[in-house]
């Protein structure tokens, strides 16, 4: 499921994604498209460790989208992965998906 939001400098914003179990792969495409605005992304697992901070550059290119691929072969964590996105800077309002 894509969230479509928006997020200015200094806010942040939070989404949940439900995980079932049995995956071996997830997927977290955050895509803002304008690679003059910064945003950061922190994920939280269901069991409260935290991924990054993440930045534009983390995929290897600063392209206004983080695509990054979560793997386990052993299964991904079963339960709610939490997204935490933020303004870090942003002119203005920066429109996004994740």
Same mark, same amino acid.
């Given at each position: 499921?894509?969230?479509?939001?928006?997020? !200015?400098?200094?806010?942040? $914003?939070?989404?949940?994604?439900?995980? %079932?179990? %049995?995956?071996?792969?997830?997927?977290?495409?955050?895509?803002?498209?304008?690679? +003059?605005?910064?945003?950061?992304?922190?994920?939280? +697992? /269901?069991?409260? !460790?935290? =991924?990054? !901070?993440?930045?534009?550059?983390?995929? %290897?290119?600063?392209?206004?989208?983080?695509? =990054? $691929?979560?793997? $386990?072969? $052993?299964?991904?964590? /079963?339960?709610?992965?939490?997204?935490? @996105?933020?303004?870090?800077? @942003?002119? %203005?309002?920066?429109?996004?998906?994740?």
């Amino acid at each position: 499921m894509t969230v479509y939001d928006s997020v !200015s400098q200094g806010e942040t $914003n939070l989404h949940g994604k439900y995980v %079932g179990s %049995g995956l071996t792969l997830l997927a977290v495409d955050l895509n803002w498209g304008d690679s +003059t605005d910064s945003l950061r992304l922190k994920i939280y +697992t /269901p069991s409260g !460790s935290v =991924l990054g !901070s993440y930045y534009d550059n983390a995929d %290897g290119a600063i392209d206004g989208r983080i695509l =990054l $691929n979560i793997q $386990n072969s $052993n299964g991904i964590e /079963p339960g709610t992965w939490k997204y935490e @996105v933020y303004g870090y800077r @942003v002119t %203005g309002t920066e429109d996004y998906t994740i």
